[in-house]
């Protein structure tokens, strides 16, 4: 049964969810599949309707920031250029959104697309065709570095190599995006967090964003270790929240890479239990970033491994039952619009 939604009427920005069809890649993963691979097989596809449906589930959700997930590139242009596809595809789920027929909800008001940063100063010219097909939404990039010794982690789709962030080449594409005014967005997992300081360090006037509170795990040879793991992760958090260059997403626990909770799929735990779970991370992250360099985040449809949409923002609404007003509203819509340029849907 449903839950009763709370606080109904507290103003979110949701900073990350994506749209796809994945239906070609999960045709070509083996079986049997990495849980990841289950849980995206669950949702094929995510496209403006599904996520309007959960988006107006419940919750006061008055506009969203999409984020890049290698949907819809353009097939026929240079590889450097084949992810502006992604960025034209879904500022045209924006304009829909902004007509307003479908009401006065915002989808993909902000979009973070993807470029190579490895490509040095090739990537400036890329930086700049997302900036074009965004039709004012463009706000950032991100480029994947999740990456662990054990391939079971994280299994068959991503690619990044060890110390991606920390390498020159990186670095080479990095440094046009503050000159560009642009954003980054760090998915990496949590033994890699010590590359996210070091990078936020060497480049103090770009705004980076770390996603997930920082990835813990627990999965693959990680499982039942997050105990072990939390005065590891919890210190670099702290290091990281030193940098005020640096915002912090709380959200990204119902992946399958987390395991917050391992049964999954839509395990139909309630918000009350996931609260037990995600409040130690996300009370150690606004204790660090405090309210002002933090967003919850629904990391849909992936999270659809732990919780629906609505038990999701009701778990967050419950770990945050104790916070003033102006903390909600920090948390739950005015740092995603500080940090991606959306204060006018909260004028």
């Known amino acids: 049964m449903p839950e009763v939604i709370l606080e109904p009427d507290l103003p979110i920005i949701d900073p990350h969810h994506h749209l796809w069809d994945l ?3 999960l045709a070509s993963f083996p079986s049997p599949a990495h849980p990841f691979i ?3 097989a669950r949702t094929p596809y995510y496209t403006f309707q599904e996520l309007r449906g959960d988006a107006t589930s419940g919750h006061n959700v008055i506009g969203t920031v999409f984020m890049e997930c290698g949907a819809f590139y353009r097939a026929d242009a240079a590889p450097e250029l084949k992810v502006v596809g992604e960025v034209d595809f879904v500022n045209g789920v924006a304009a829909q959104s902004a007509s307003g027929i479908y009401g006065s909800f915002r989808a993909c008001a902000a979009i973070i697309g993807h470029a190579d940063m490895t490509l040095g100063d090739g990537a400036r010219p890329v930086l700049e065709a997302l900036t074009a097909a965004g039709g004012g939404r463009f706000r950032g990039i991100r480029h994947q570095g999740a990456w662990d ?8 789709p991503f690619h990044a190599g060890p110390g991606l962030l920390a390498s020159d080449a990186f670095h080479a594409g990095f440094r046009h995006l503050a000159p560009l005014g642009l954003t980054f967005d760090a998915w990496v997992l949590e033994p890699q967090l010590g590359d996210v300081l070091a990078l936020a360090r060497k480049f103090p006037d770009t705004t980076i964003v770390l996603d997930h509170c920082g990835t813990p795990l627990n999965i693959a040879s990680y499982r039942g270790t997050l105990c072990d793991t939390f005065p590891r992760w919890k210190a670099s958090i702290q290091a990281l929240a030193a940098c005020p260059n640096v915002s912090v997403k709380l959200g990204g626990l119902a992946m399958a890479f987390c395991g917050m909770p391992e049964e999954g799929p839509e395990a139909g735990l309630s918000s009350e239990a996931l609260a037990k779970l995600w409040a130690p991370y996300i009370e150690t992250c606004i204790e660090a970033f405090g309210p002002e360099r933090a967003m919850f ?20 609404k419950r770990i945050t039952a104790g916070a003033s007003a102006s903390e909600k509203r920090a948390l739950y819509a005015g740092t995603a619009a500080k940090v991606y340029g959306l204060e006018a849907l909260l004028a």
């Open 23 to 25: 239906t070609p890649l």
């Open 149 to 156: 010794a054990d391939p079971e982690v994280l299994g068959p």
């Open 38 to 40: 289950a849980a995206v």
């Open 297 to 316: 985040e629904s990391n849909y449809p992936v999270d659809k491994w732990g919780a629906s949409y609505a038990t999701l923002w009701n778990t967050f």
